[in-house]
């Protein structure tokens, strides 16, 4: 594949949810062997975060299961020709203002998700906040690796046809 398949997440700030989630995803698709197919990156809606690094906490929790703590992470907001492959919005109001990117759910790739589909925003809580973000994060993670590796396959049957 000569383009790798682009994944962009998006939340409010950049600095919690997003980027738990483009740490997760990379590391899915790496496990998965699509590190050198797939490429994730992450964006806010908003720029009152622009150029700050990981939230501590989130930080905290990623290396406390096991990932690398998003080291050299910067926010930036989302821009009108951010185009990706996949636009993953972390709540339905994220999904509204960015109608023109085409975003899908994150969580509706959680095959046990039910009713509510957004990531619950750990900003304002404590430890638990961001272990049950980081919870719904991961219980779609694999929806969205098999999603990607689907499209890809079914790119190469085109390509070879």
């Known amino acids: 594949m000569s383009n790798p398949y682009s994944v962009m997440v998006v939340c409010t700030g950049n600095i919690c949810r997003s980027p738990m989630a483009e740490i997760v995803l990379r590391e899915r698709f790496a496990d998965a062997g699509l590190a050198d197919q797939v490429v994730v990156d992450s964006t806010g809606i908003s720029d009152?975060?622009?150029?700050?690094?990981?939230?501590?906490?989130?930080?905290?929790?990623?290396?406390?299961?096991?990932?690398?703590?998003?080291?050299?992470?910067?926010?930036?907001?989302v821009a009108a020709d951010d185009r990706r492959d996949l636009v993953l919005a972390m709540t339905s109001a994220h999904a509204r203002a960015l109608r023109g990117l085409g975003p899908v759910l994150y969580r509706s790739f959680d095959?046990?998700?039910?009713?509510?589909?957004?990531?619950?925003?750990?900003?304002?809580?404590?430890?638990?906040?961001?272990?049950?973000?980081?919870?719904?994060?991961?219980?779609?993670?694999?929806?969205i690796v098999d999603h990607v590796r689907n499209v890809l396959g079914n790119a190469r049957l085109t390509q070879n046809s």
Do not use: K, M, T
Request: hydrophobic content about 35%.
């Open 48 to 77: 009152e975060e622009h150029g700050n690094p990981v939230d501590r906490r989130a930080r905290a929790v990623l290396i406390a299961h096991g990932y690398p703590g998003g080291d050299g992470h910067r926010a930036r907001q």
């Open 111 to 143: 095959p046990d998700a039910v009713g509510d589909l957004d990531v619950a925003d750990p900003w304002y809580g404590g430890p638990r906040d961001f272990e049950a973000c980081l919870a719904q994060i991961e219980a779609a993670a694999d929806g």
